[in-house]
Structure formats: C-alpha cells, structure tokens
C-alpha cells in the first residue's frame, strides 16, 4: 500500500523546517506518510492546492503568503481557525475541504508545556497586530490570563484586534496601546511582529522587563533573535524563541490528521542542534 502523502505549501518553500519535522513525526509514531514541500505559483494557490487533493493527498500545512487565501477557499473551519481569519492547515472531510488554525495551540503548548509559563491569571503583553498575532489570539485568551494588551506600530490595527476578541470570556481587561504608550507590570512579553526581518526592534520601554519576565519571540534565530537579545541586554533571563511553538504547532496538525500525537522534545531538540 502506498504512504499517505501530506505537504507544507508555500512561497518560497525551500527553507521550512516541516518536512523535516513531520518526517521525524511519522518514524517516531510509525505512521505511514510521506511529507513533501510544494511552492505554489503565487497567483496559482487554489488550483495548486485543488490538484494536490484531486490526486489523493491528505493533507496540507500552509505557509506565507497562503494562509489567508487557505481560509477563503475552505468550506468549512475549526473554531480557532474562524477567529483567526487564515489556516495553516487543511485537509479533507467527506470531499469538504477543512480549515484549522495549530499556530495558537502551538504557542500555548510551547509556554505551558516545554517553558513551564503559566498563563492562567498572567498579565500578558503582544507585540504587533498582523496575521501572526491574530492566528494565536483565540488559544491564547481561552488559557484566562488576567490582562491580554496588543501593542502595535499602527495603534489602530491593535484596536480592531481586541474588539475582534473582546467577546472571549473570562480575560479581565483585553486591551490595545502604542509602544510609547504601554506601561505596567507584565508577566509575559511575547514579539509577534516580524520587526526583526528589517533588523529593526518594537520600541518598547526597558523598564517592561525585569529579571522574572518571561520573554518569548514568536520568530527563532539560530542564537538569539533581535528582539531577545535586547532583552537579554536589559536584563531578562527567562527568554525563548518560536522553535518550539513551530513544532508544536505541527504536532497539533499531525494529530488533527492522523489522531496520533508525536513527541515533541526529541524534535526541538533535533532542530536546535541542527539550527546552531
Ligand atoms: P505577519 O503575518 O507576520 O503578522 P503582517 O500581517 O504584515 O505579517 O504584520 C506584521 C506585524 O509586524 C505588524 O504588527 C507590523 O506593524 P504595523 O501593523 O504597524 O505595520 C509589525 N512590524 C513590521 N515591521 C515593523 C517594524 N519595523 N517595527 C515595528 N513593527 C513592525
């Protein structure tokens, strides 16, 4: 019998980390799959994916640009991937193609699980208002931190976010500011915006962090990331980058395909040696 065939579709693709991941997944759970990388045209990404399930395919990850455009052509969608506006996962039901949104759960099982960050009661700080911090917003919220504060470059992008959001119960105050303007005790800093790919930083006080502040980069670097490595600079100790988050995230896929859920630590741990 033939292995199941899965993907991560993107543009470019050559360098995700999925294919590796998910190869590691299947020889650890014994599933038999096989994952591949597939760069869709940029115009070109329905008609990629509709070929991709038209020939026996059982799955995709999905990947910048595509996850808004995922969303759009699904018929149906997860409750984390309806808030979240873009999936970056899809596979088929009954010939219904399903939408799902792992990128949340990913980070809520990297704090929780592999950094020990409780985020029930915590007062929680996100930085940015783009596709990233939206994807992660629902799992977040339903973990009850006390206070949830989007700051953004673009205040007004960091407003519609939270009064997307504000009907989740349960968060005490749920609210948006400039960088400038953000000022208070928080628990956990997390970076969400992609700042860093033009070296630049969010311009947050210093006076955020102290020693006790959990500070976790949604992107990873094979050191440190900018936005850590300021923290580091400033006096942070407990600082992490979005590995873990990337493989958490595709556990949370693996399962939702296959009902198996993977180990993950041997994986991080195979990664980060291999990203040093
Ligand atoms: P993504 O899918 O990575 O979230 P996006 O939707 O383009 O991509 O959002 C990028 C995020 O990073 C936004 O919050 C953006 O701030 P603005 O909404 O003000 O544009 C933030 N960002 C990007 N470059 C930045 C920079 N140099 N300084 C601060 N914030 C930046």
Same mark, same amino acid.
């Given at each position: 019998?033939?292995?199941?065939?899965?993907?991560?579709? +993107?543009?470019?693709?050559?360098?995700?980390?999925?294919?590796?991941?998910? +190869?590691?997944?299947?020889? !650890?759970? +014994?599933?038999?799959?096989?994952?591949?990388?597939?760069?869709?045209?940029?115009?070109?990404? *329905?008609?990629?994916?509709?070929?991709?399930?038209?020939?026996?395919?059982? %799955?995709?990850?999905?990947?910048?640009?595509?996850?808004?455009?995922?969303?759009?052509?699904? /018929?149906?969608?997860?409750?984390?991937?309806?808030?979240? /506006?873009?999936?970056?996962?899809?596979?088929?039901?009954?010939?219904?193609?399903?939408? #799902?949104?792992?990128? %949340?759960?990913?980070?809520?099982?990297?704090?929780?699980?592999?950094?020990?960050?409780?985020?029930?009661?915590?007062?929680?700080?996100?930085?940015?208002?783009?596709?990233?911090?939206? %994807?992660?917003?629902?799992?977040?919220?339903?973990?009850?931190?006390?206070?949830?504060?989007?700051?953004?470059?673009?205040?007004?992008?960091? !407003?519609?976010?939270?009064?997307?959001?504000?009907?989740?119960?349960?968060?005490?105050?749920? +609210?948006?500011?400039?960088?400038?303007?953000?000022? %208070?005790?928080? #628990?956990?800093?997390?970076?969400?915006?992609?700042?860093?790919?033009?070296? #630049?930083?969010?311009?947050?006080?210093? *006076?955020?962090? /102290?020693?006790?502040?959990?500070?976790?980069?949604?992107?990873?670097?094979?050191?440190?990331?900018?936005?850590? !490595?300021?923290?580091?600079?400033?006096?942070?100790?407990?600082?992490?980058?979005?590995?873990?988050?990337?493989?958490?995230?595709?556990?949370?896929?693996?399962?939702?395909?296959?009902?198996?859920?993977?180990?993950?630590?041997?994986?991080?741990?195979?990664?980060?040696?291999?990203?040093?």
């Amino acid at each position: 019998m033939k292995n199941d065939l899965y993907a991560v579709i +993107g543009h470019p693709i050559s360098h995700s980390k999925s294919p590796r991941i998910h +190869g590691l997944f299947a020889s !650890q759970t +014994g599933e038999a799959l096989e994952y591949t990388a597939i760069q869709a045209p940029l115009n070109g990404f *329905e008609n990629t994916v509709t070929e991709f399930f038209a020939r026996g395919g059982k %799955g995709l990850n999905v990947t910048v640009p595509f996850k808004e455009a995922a969303w759009q052509m699904a /018929g149906r969608h997860s409750a984390r991937a309806l808030k979240a /506006g873009a999936a970056n996962t899809l596979y088929q039901d009954n010939g219904v193609l399903v939408a #799902d949104n792992t990128d %949340g759960a990913g980070l809520v099982k990297d704090l929780l699980h592999n950094h020990q960050v409780a985020l029930k009661g915590a007062r929680v700080l996100i930085l940015g208002a783009g596709g990233a911090v939206r %994807g992660v917003l629902a799992p977040l919220l339903l973990e009850q931190p006390h206070t949830l504060v989007i700051a953004n470059r673009t205040p007004a992008k960091a !407003q519609n976010l939270a009064a997307l959001f504000a009907d989740v119960a349960g968060v005490t105050w749920l +609210g948006s500011q400039a960088y400038d303007s953000v000022t %208070g005790d928080f #628990d956990v800093i997390i970076n969400g915006t992609s700042a860093s790919l033009q070296g #630049d930083l969010p311009p947050l006080s210093v *006076e955020l962090i /102290g020693a006790d502040t959990v500070i976790y980069d949604m992107m990873y670097a094979a050191t440190n990331t900018t936005f850590n !490595q300021w923290a580091r600079d400033n006096g942070a100790k407990r600082v992490y980058d979005g590995l873990g988050m990337l493989v958490e995230q595709a556990a949370e896929a693996f399962e939702v395909w296959r009902g198996v859920r993977p180990q993950t630590a041997p994986v991080i741990a195979s990664l980060r040696t291999l990203t040093a």
